[in-house]
């Protein structure tokens, strides 16, 4: 056992919105990419590395264990085992939890864990129709029993059936169930827009002042190795609140608050984190840039208000820490939607939601909407799903170091109602 879980480094690939910079590769190719840099940054013994965990959302059907694939795909010693977990939007997160149990119960030391996904690389599947006809095509040995396996095939069953980002419990999008969010809350369209601009000027800030220099690799595009890639694409330091009033709502066109500007973008990333046990890390003359001091996962029923998991899932990770949301000092919202980060926040206020919905007395607290994020959120950087979790843990443990604040809080919603909050500390 050790006594403490440490994040030794963390690092990702600059975020690009998808179909743009990273729109040939896939997400293999990122998660590779971001654990050949995070080892070779970090200086350890690629042999050390005892498993990789990768979150991942919209697996390859080529390669669904992305994880093993990365180890065998970057020169790292064959015997590493590797494993893929899917928790929605909270995936990389879910790989840091599950690598930190595996180093607290003493059974490993070393573990990388992340995530990756390319939104470029989505696999389209065929009609049921369409695809038995093609199984039944290719076990018929003539030529004419092959063909007329596609006899009863008709224009519609062509069509192409790409995955949706839609509950399969309630039908609504991501997007829809964040407008659900913003009228059932007030959430304003002007308090939204609002948050998306602060995101995008801190984004902006904090990459021309080189804080991300630490956290943020350069990528070379492979197969031509011609176009670099240093920064995220995202990020719109230019953008104004006259411009962001201005579009026009996508999911609910006639009466929504929810448009391109203050909804997280479709985008391609990886991320990931080397950590160790606190002894380990120690001995081998590594300066952790934080600790993970507790972590809790909640689901609440996705047909009430859907992203709203962290509220459920804070209590938790607070008691687990022994410590209340005044100690923290650094907090790290995932900003799926403006409407989503203000809704999260302001059930965590509510003595009302505290009674009706946590089953205890006082609010959990209040978090002021200036403080979270203040290096900007996926609204300006981007929301690589099976990767987020992972920068975010990164940018907060940065923080505490720059900081010099005792404690930081991540929280992440996801679909399915689900959501994370994880506690770190300094030294
Ligand atoms: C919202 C969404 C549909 C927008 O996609 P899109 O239409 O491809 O977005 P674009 O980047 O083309 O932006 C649309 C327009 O808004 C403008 N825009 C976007 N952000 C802006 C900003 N911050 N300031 C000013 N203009 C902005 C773009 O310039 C573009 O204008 P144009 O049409 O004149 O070129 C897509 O990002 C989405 O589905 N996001 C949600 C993803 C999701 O559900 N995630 C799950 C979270 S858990």
Redesign the pocket.
């Known amino acids: 056992m050790t006594s403490r879980v440490a994040v030794v480094r963390g690092l990702r690939t600059p975020f690009a919105?998808s179909g743009t910079h990273y729109a040939r590769l896939t997400a293999l190719d990122l998660g590779k990419m971001v654990v050949t840099e995070l080892i070779e940054r970090s200086g350890i013994d690629p042999k050390s590395v005892q498993e990789v965990v990768f979150g991942n959302v919209i697996p390859s059907v080529k390669a669904p264990n992305i994880a093993r694939e990365i180890v065998l795909g970057t020169g790292l010693p064959r015997k590493i085992p590797g494993y893929t977990v899917g928790k929605a939007?909270a995936s990389a997160n879910q790989a840091i939890a599950a690598a930190a149990d595996m180093i607290y119960r003493g059974y490993a030391d070393t573990v990388i864990a992340g995530g990756s996904e390319s939104l470029s690389d989505i696999p389209i599947l065929f009609s049921k129709n369409f695809s038995d006809a093609l199984v039944t095509s290719s076990k018929q040995k003539g030529i004419g029993g092959k063909l007329g396996a596609f006899r009863k095939i008709r224009p519609k069953d062509l069509a192409p059936d790409a995955p949706a980002?839609a509950e399969s419990t309630t039908g609504l999008?991501?997007?829809e169930s964040a407008e659900k969010m913003a009228k059932e809350n007030h959430i304003s369209r002007d308090a939204q827009d609002r948050f998306?601009l602060q995101s995008?000027q801190r984004a902006a800030a904090a990459t021309s002042s080189g804080r991300f220099k630490d956290e943020v690799m350069t990528v070379v595009v492979p197969p031509s190795y011609e176009s670099i890639v240093e920064a995220d694409n995202l990020i719109?330091g230019d953008?104004t609140l006259d411009?962001?009033s201005k579009?026009r709502p996508?999911f609910d066109r006639k009466y929504g608050t929810i448009t391109?500007?203050n909804?997280?973008?479709?985008t391609d990333g990886a991320a990931a984190v080397l950590l160790m046990s606190e002894e380990k890390a120690k001995a081998e003359g590594f300066k952790p840039i934080g600790y993970v001091r507790s972590y809790a996962f909640a689901a609440t029923d996705p047909s009430d208000q859907l992203l709203q998991g962290p509220v459920f899932a804070l209590p938790t990770a607070l008691e687990r820490a022994k410590i209340s949301l005044e100690d923290i000092g650094v907090i790290e919202m995932h900003e799926?939607f403006a409407a989503q980060v203000l809704s999260n926040i302001q059930w965590m206020g509510s003595k009302k939601i505290a009674q009706e919905k946590l089953g205890r007395t006082e609010p959990i607290g209040e978090i002021d909407p200036e403080k979270i994020n203040r290096t900007g959120g996926s609204i300006a950087l981007g929301?690589p799903f099976g990767a987020t979790g992972a920068r975010i843990v990164t940018t907060v443990c940065n923080e505490l170091q720059l900081t010099g604040e005792q404690y930081g809080l991540v929280t992440v919603?996801a679909?399915g109602g689900m959501g994370v909050a994880m506690v770190l500390e300094r030294e």
Request: proline share 4%; hydrophobic share 50%; aromatic share 0%.
């Open positions: 919105k939007c980002i999008t991501m997007g998306a995008h719109r953008s411009a962001l579009l996508v391109a500007g909804a997280s973008p479709l799926a929301h919603c679909a």
